[in-house]
């Protein structure tokens, strides 16, 4: 008798390196057995909010959001974006110091997003405009804010939309841990798949990560559907800066940042309770 297929609903931003990442799923590069990917693509504010709601068996998340999910979601230990000494960028009309920054208005991507919470501990007194994350360049270029926070291919393209680097989150954080990555984005699993079913869903998107790294040419061109405006080789360094060594495994610096990262929110008022992070597959994770 043929095995109904187990469908498994994997939620991940529209952009050039989440594209990247799930590329063997979503081409059917790797057998996934009994296993039926299906991919939902949405900005990560949206599936910050879903994953609130346990809607997705599988979802792309903040960092800052796991504070708030992690009841219901464990973290895999592959899938992170982290910045290594650079990550979100603060840019405004004009130059300006991070002091400068200090009660403005800044347009920003959503409030649980990692990048608004690395400003927040960076600059604590601002007044925060949210808006759609690929809307920010053009909202601060025509002077609805006085500087915004930009992710995803901004970070690489704000100089074409005419405004200066105010501060890179990556660098400032590094700066205050003594070298850390930064912690950006992570995929969850929901506990109620239950260990077993986990570790067979937890296996393949790693190897969905590796066989991209390893076929990077193909992977890179199936990406660039979602490169909004990138040449392909703008899209090969911003998909190098998020998908990478560290993305097969945080590695002890990896999952310390991503402690340290939490703990400063809720120490700073930020996040209201204290975070314990799991690791899908680590000893007493599901309890």
């Given at each position: ?5 187990r ?6 931003s ?17 057998d ?6 299906t991919h939902?693509l949405?900005d990560?504010e ?8 346990g809607d997705?068996?599988?979802s792309?998340?903040?960092i800052h959001?796991y504070a708030y999910?992690?009841?219901r979601?464990?973290l895999?230990p592959h ?19 991070v002091a ?8 920003v991507?959503?409030?649980m ?7 927040r501990?960076?600059q604590?007194?601002?007044e925060?405009?949210i808006?759609a ?8 270029a ?8 930009i992710?995803h ?15 890179d989150?990556?660098?400032?954080w590094?700066?205050e ?5 930064l912690?950006?984005?992570?995929n969850?699993i929901?506990?109620?798949l239950?260990a ?7 296996a ?11 076929h990077?040419?193909d992977?890179?061109?199936?990406a660039?559907q979602?490169?909004?405006?990138l040449?392909t ?27 340290l990262?939490l703990?400063?929110?809720?120490t700073?008022g930020?996040?209201?309770r ?11 994770a599901?309890?």
């Amino acid at each position: 008798m043929r095995q109904t297929p187990r469908i498994i609903r994997v939620g991940h931003s529209p952009d050039t390196d989440d594209a990247f990442m799930f590329y063997a799923l979503a081409a059917g590069k790797i057998d996934t057995g009994s296993l039926h990917f299906t991919h939902e693509l949405q900005d990560i504010e949206t599936l910050n909010r879903r994953a609130l709601a346990g809607d997705l068996e599988v979802s792309a998340v903040s960092i800052h959001a796991y504070a708030y999910l992690a009841e219901r979601y464990v973290l895999l230990p592959h899938g992170a974006s982290m910045g290594e000494r650079y990550g979100p960028r603060v840019v405004a009309r004009e130059p300006m110091s991070v002091a400068q920054l200090e009660g403005k208005r800044i347009a920003v991507p959503g409030a649980m997003t990692s990048a608004y919470l690395a400003l927040r501990l960076m600059q604590p007194e601002f007044e925060a405009d949210i808006v759609a994350f690929d809307q920010i360049l053009e909202h601060v270029a025509e002077g609805r804010a006085d500087a915004g926070l930009i992710i995803h291919e901004g970070q690489l393209t704000y100089g074409e939309a005419g405004l200066s680097l105010v501060a890179d989150l990556g660098e400032w954080w590094a700066g205050e841990t003594g070298g850390l990555p930064l912690p950006l984005g992570g995929n969850v699993i929901r506990r109620d798949l239950g260990a077993e079913l986990i570790e067979r869903v937890s296996a393949l998107l790693r190897e969905s990560i590796a066989y991209a790294l390893a076929h990077r040419r193909d992977a890179l061109a199936h990406a660039m559907q979602y490169a909004r405006g990138l040449e392909t080789a703008q899209a090969d360094e911003f998909v190098g800066m998020y998908v990478n060594e560290r993305t097969l495994d945080y590695g002890e610096a990896g999952r310390r940042a991503v402690q340290l990262f939490l703990d400063r929110g809720y120490t700073s008022g930020l996040i209201p309770r204290r975070v314990t992070v799991r690791f899908a597959g680590d000893a007493h994770a599901l309890e």
